[in-house]
């Protein structure tokens, strides 16, 4: 399935020898003005990839930095369909940024896979991630997926076996997210000589551009791990600054505070080897 | 998905070794105290006027109700795993109390994780759990309820999966979680068919049980799938009732969606974001159902009726009076729909109920919804 924005991302980016900057923020947090905002200083401030979170009650994957993120969204009253708007209107101006739509997969089931395909479509998102939707289930939102250029991503972990990676990589596209630690998002940060071998085959065995996250937060952790991988996850930390900026009463600074992150990462990123 | 692929092969392993058949027969007869006895509850079935009905007594079983029944299973699974460390959910504080027995019993570390909200209303059972040796963890995260709980626990158990086994106390979550709870609770619906065969030399007409995640229900309903004569018919607690959107009904007042790693109704907003559930009996509080009744209820093989709050404080008051046996809130919603159900059936019938957990941990709130000082 060609999967263009994406793939070109990975080309240029090689062409650039480095890896990429893969960044995720709530859509909704706390609200879609700035996330707008934050998705435009993102990109900026050296953002490869996109990945936009869509709020959900259960977020059994996430850590607590996401989890409130969610809640904060929901409580702005976010929908799946505005998530959906908010990257319509960012791809209105942005025509290259490839756009990961990250969630769960009940409020996609609700909408209907087929509406969800084409709406998302529509709006320009390149891919999904939903997180509790395995190869095993996924078999119905791939066939939605099937007339339009949309990425199914799939995760594996360090105790994936290769049997299990070729499994995973069956039907995905657009690049293998590669979870660094056992655990939640935000949960503590790994060794990238641990990991080395298994992002190695979980690479050749899948035959996709591998990123890694879960645990990294800074330009220095970042260009570690992308001594090791085709480009690396930050989430958390961004959408830590969120919080920070609401707790200090300046949801002005939000987006600034997310593109000088932005551009921390992306400058380590760019000066790594 | 590695980590419940590999439980799915232990438990197929299991399940072929005589051993650990042997091994739990062992327990569930002289530790839990089954079989629970099957008993005619004359002066309920006079009342109603209706059939035969019996009580299968599962609220006798140690620890007061049947989640002890899998609770055994899955630990006696995650020592064949080698797992040392157990983490459980709960919402009443019923599964985490058993769970809590059964770690102690066997010298096992026990973290059962609990929302907030539950910790404080439960206190008698948090009390339990402490004395059994188990760290308990108030979950304040999203509502601060037993879905929550399970959220965190499913947080817990993917951080620490290497040495941690999670016991999950409903029919519901990832699969093969539902398969394993109704197989340990399918014991429930082996020993009532039995029990009735020695007494009356026949099948029941109906089956029944409250419903909440399903545990109960789909123990007794699942020896009687195949028998096609015997209705099987579950009650769902209606909360305030369905029409104000204050309800543990997921099948009468959900849609089907994900969560928890299975397809299932559920309650949910128009955007498929899920809506806390609410009844009395905190055990019935969870915004899903366990999928196999989701099937059941699909192909008609199965009823699922309704009971609310109010309802089931007058099935607790009637069982309590009539039998000389105070039921919980959970199997209240049960009896106080036995009524309707007798309408339906004839004097020549037979309707066996379970009466699955004892009514003990419930006075506290059943005195304060009747205006009662203890």
């Known amino acids: 399935m060609p999967t263009s924005r994406i793939t070109a991302r990975f080309d240029k980016v090689r062409a650039e020898g480095r890896a990429a900057l893969v960044s995720y923020i709530m859509a909704g947090d706390p609200d879609l003005e700035t996330s707008f905002k934050a998705l435009c200083a993102l990109r900026d401030n050296g953002a490869d990839i996109i990945e936009l979170g869509a709020p959900f009650t259960d977020p059994m994957a996430d850590g607590p930095a996401i989890q409130m993120a969610g809640q904060r969204s929901l409580k702005a009253g976010t929908k799946l369909t505005d998530v959906l708007a908010l990257a319509k209107r960012f791809r209105a101006e942005d025509k290259d940024t490839p756009l990961i739509l990250m969630g769960y997969a009940n409020p996609v089931f609700h909408m209907g896979y087929q509406a969800f395909a084409d709406a998302a479509a529509e709006a320009g998102i390149d891919g999904t991630i939903l997180v509790d939707l395995p190869p095993e289930e996924d078999h119905e939102l791939r066939e939605a997926y099937a007339h339009h250029e949309i990425s199914v991503i799939r995760l594996a972990t360090p105790t994936t076996t290769d049997k299990r990676i070729a499994k995973v990589a069956e039907g995905a596209s657009g690049f293998l997210y590669y979870v660094a630690v056992a655990g939640v998002t935000g949960s503590g940060s790994a060794d990238p000589e641990d990991i080395r071998e298994g992002v190695e085959r979980a690479r050749k065995v899948s035959g996709l551009p591998v990123c890694v996250g879960f645990g990294v937060r800074t330009g220095e952790q970042a260009a570690a791990m992308a001594a090791i991988a085709d480009g690396v996850v930050v989430g958390s930390a961004f959408v830590d600054h969120v919080r920070l900026a609401l707790e200090a009463g300046e949801p002005d600074a939000i987006a600034p505070r997310i593109g000088t992150l932005a551009a921390e990462l992306s400058g380590a990123l760019r000066s790594a080897e | ?374």
């Open chain 2, 1 to 374: 998905m590695p980590l419940i692929l590999e439980l799915e092969d232990e438990y197929r392993k299991a399940k072929r070794d005589p051993e650990f058949a042997a091994q739990m027969d062992d327990l569930w007869r002289n530790y839990v105290g089954r079989p629970s006895p099957l008993y005619h509850a004359e002066r309920i079935s006079e009342h109603f006027g209706g059939p035969k009905i019996y009580f299968k007594r599962d609220e006798l079983n140690h620890t007061g109700a049947h989640k002890i029944n899998n609770c055994l299973g899955q630990v006696l699974l995650a020592m064949r795993m080698g797992k040392k460390r157990i983490i459980a959910e709960t919402g009443a504080g019923q599964h985490g109390v058993a769970t809590a027995t059964v770690c102690a019993r066997f010298g096992l570390k026990c973290v059962v994780f609990m929302g907030a909200t539950d910790v404080e209303r439960q206190k008698p059972n948090v009390f339990r759990m402490k004395m059994l040796g188990a760290e308990i963890v108030p979950v304040s995260s999203g509502t601060g309820t037993l879905k929550d709980a399970m959220n965190e626990a499913l947080r817990d158990w993917v951080t620490n999966v290497h040495d941690t086994f999670y016991v999950i106390g409903t029919a519901a979550g990832p699969h093969p979680y539902p398969e394993l709870v109704r197989d340990f609770q399918s014991v429930i619906g082996e020993e009532a068919k039995r029990q009735l065969q020695e007494r009356e030399g026949r099948l029941p007409d109906a089956v029944m049980a409250c419903i909440g995640g399903g545990s109960n229900a789909i123990g007794l309903f699942h020896p009687f799938i195949e028998d096609e004569g015997v209705r099987l018919i579950g009650v769902e607690a209606s909360g305030h009732g369905i029409e104000t959107g204050q309800h543990a009904a997921a099948l009468n007042g959900g849609k089907p969606g994900i969560l928890h790693g299975n397809k299932t109704y559920l309650l949910q907003t128009d955007d498929g974001q899920i809506i806390d559930a609410h009844s009395i009996s905190a055990g019935l509080d969870y915004p899903g159902i366990g999928p196999e009744h989701a099937f059941l209820r699909d192909t008609g093989r199965a009823e699922y009726l309704t009971c609310t709050d109010k309802e089931a404080l007058e099935g607790f008051q009637l069982c309590t009076r009539l039998e000389g046996i105070i039921p919980a809130l959970e199997p209240a919603h049960a009896i106080a729909r036995l009524g309707d159900v007798c309408e339906t059936m004839d004097k020549d019938q037979i309707l066996i109920m379970n009466l699955c957990g004892r009514g003990d941990k419930d006075i506290f709130s059943v005195a304060e919804h009747l205006g009662m000082e203890i």
